[in-house]
C-alpha cells in the first residue's frame, strides 16, 4: 500500500469543497471540473462561481438536469454528465462515480491515481453494504451529518414498512400531504409505488417537472399530475390522493384548501422514535436519507482506510466521530 501524506497535494478539504488533482467536489476552486454529488444546496455550495470561472460542470444526468429545474443555469458546453461506466481522465489518475443510496442521481466519488493510491469521498448515503457498496480506499472522506453516538434510529432498518404501512393507513380517511426536501420526495414516491399505493400523486410544477426527467433517467413512478391539471382538481374532488412539496412549505400551506388532509413531515432529525404527533392532523416521521452513527461506523470499518478525514463543513459532531474511529477502528483520521 502506498504512503499516505494527506497534505503533499493528494487531497485537500477547505470549507466544505474537496480538492483532488484538477477537479473539486461540492465546493469551489478554480480547477478544471466541478464534481456536483447531488443537488443538495450544501453540495452546491457556490456553484454559480464554478460556472462563471469556466469550470466543468460534472455529475450524473439527473443531477445536471435537476439543477436545470431549481434554476442553475449551466451552459451546454460546459456540463458533462457521467454514468457510472465513465471515467474522466486527470493529470494523475481517473476519477469515476460509484452508486450510492440518498436520493436519485447522488453518487460516490472514486479517484485512482496512476501510483495505486485511491481515494474515495462517500457524499451523503444511506445503508452501506446492503444498499450503497462500500469501497476499499488508502483515504477516505466522510461528511459524518450524524457523527454524534447519540445520533442514532434503533428503528432505521423498520422506518420504510413503517411510513409506507401509515401512510396506507391515513389513505383510508382521506389525503394524504407530505413535505420532504427536494429528492427525498422522489424517494418516497418511488418507494411507496413499489408497495402497490397506487393514489395518484399531485405535484406542484417544479416537483412535475423533475419527476418527468427522473422517468427518462429510469425511475418508474406513474399517475402523477400537476398540480393545476383538471386531472389533479378531479382526485381533489375525490380527496384519494397524495400531495408532496418541500419541506419549507409544511409551516403554511394554503395550497388544495382541503380541511380533512392529514399531513406527513419528513426528517432525519428524530432519533427516539419513528412517529411522532405534532398537531391533530400532523405527524413528524424520522425518515432520513443519511446513514446514521452506526451506518457511518459501518462504512468506515468495512472500507478498510489507511486514513480517514472528517469533512467538517458538513458534519456534526465531527470530533466526536474522528476520536471514535482512532480508538475504536484505530484508523488515522483527520477533521478538516
Not at 479517484?111 to 488508502?138: A, H
Not at 466526536?320 to 484508523?331: D, L, Q
Request: proline share 4%; aromatic share 12%.
Amino acid at each position: 500500500m502506498p504512503v499516505i501524506l494527506v497534505m503533499d497535494g493528494f487531497v485537500e478539504v477547505r470549507n466544505g469543497g474537496i480538492t483532488i488533482d484538477e477537479a473539486v467536489i461540492d465546493g469551489y476552486h478554480s480547477l478544471k471540473f466541478r464534481i456536483v454529488t447531488h443537488i443538495h444546496s450544501d453540495h452546491t455550495v457556490n456553484l454559480s462561481r464554478s460556472i462563471s470561472y469556466g469550470s466543468r460542470i460534472v455529475g450524473t444526468k439527473l443531477t445536471l438536469k435537476w439543477l436545470k429545474c431549481l434554476g442553475v443555469q449551466i451552459p451546454e458546453e460546459q456540463q458533462l454528465p457521467l454514468s457510472m461506466d465513465d471515467s474522466i481522465r486527470l493529470s494523475n489518475g481517473r476519477l469515476r462515480f460509484e452508486r450510492c443510496l440518498h436520493i436519485p442521481g447522488s453518487i460516490q466519488v472514486v479517484y485512482e491515481r496512476d501510483d495505486g493510491t485511491r481515494i474515495v469521498y462517500t457524499g451523503d448515503f444511506k445503508k452501506p453494504s446492503l444498499k450503497t457498496p462500500v469501497i476499499n480506499s488508502d483515504i477516505l472522506i466522510i461528511d459524518a451529518v450524524y457523527g454524534r453516538p447519540s445520533y442514532t434510529r434503533p428503528f432505521d432498518s423498520d422506518i420504510e414498512y413503517i411510513l409506507n404501512s401509515f401512510i396506507e393507513k391515513l389513505l383510508r380517511e382521506g389525503p394524504v400531504h407530505i413535505y420532504a426536501y427536494y429528492g427525498k420526495i422522489h424517494e418516497v414516491m418511488l418507494m411507496l409505488r413499489e408497495n402497490d399505493i397506487v393514489a395518484p400523486f399531485i405535484l406542484p410544477s417544479t416537483h412535475y417537472i423533475m419527476t418527468k426527467y427522473a422517468e427518462v433517467s429510469g425511475l418508474r413512478i406513474d399517475d402523477y399530475l400537476p398540480l393545476t391539471s383538471s386531472e389533479a382538481k378531479e382526485a381533489i374532488r375525490d380527496k384519494y390522493y397524495i400531495y408532496f412539496n418541500h419541506y419549507s412549505n409544511h409551516f403554511n400551506e394554503q395550497y388544495l384548501n382541503s380541511g380533512n388532509s392529514c399531513k406527513i413531515v419528513l426528517s432525519g432529525w428524530e432519533f427516539t422514535k419513528p412517529i411522532r404527533s405534532l398537531s391533530k392532523r400532523k405527524w413528524l416521521i424520522a425518515f432520513s436519507d443519511h446513514s446514521d452513527f452506526n451506518g457511518l461506523i459501518e462504512y468506515v470499518e468495512n472500507s478498510k482506510p489507511s486514513r480517514l478525514i472528517v469533512n467538517k463543513r458538513r458534519s456534526n459532531g465531527a470530533y466526536e466521530f474522528a476520536k471514535y474511529v482512532e480508538e475504536k477502528i484505530n484508523v488515522k483520521t483527520e477533521v478538516k
